[in-house]
């Protein structure tokens, strides 16, 4: 069990090794869910990405244009875990 100390800001600071048993980065974001009795939760704020995210991503970085075929093809082999 890790003993934190509370400032007179209310602030908490994670150990390294916490944070990395949450799997957690710097700049990352954690959850902490509320129980009853006093009780928390914390883990990694997982995140959760929109299909406008994902537009324009990689916009600009390379000249090459895929057709559907290859698009498909990339898409087929990532979802069977090959490369």
Known sequence: MATLTVTARGQVTFRKDVLQHLG???????????LPEGLGVIK??????????????????????????EINAATAQGWAGKE
């Open 24 to 34: 957690i980065k710097p700049g990352e974001k954690i959850e902490l869910d509320l």
């Open 44 to 69: 990694a704020a997982r995140q959760t990405g929109t299909i406008a995210d994902f537009v324009g991503l990689l916009a600009g970085r390379t000249k090459k244009i895929a057709t559907i075929e």
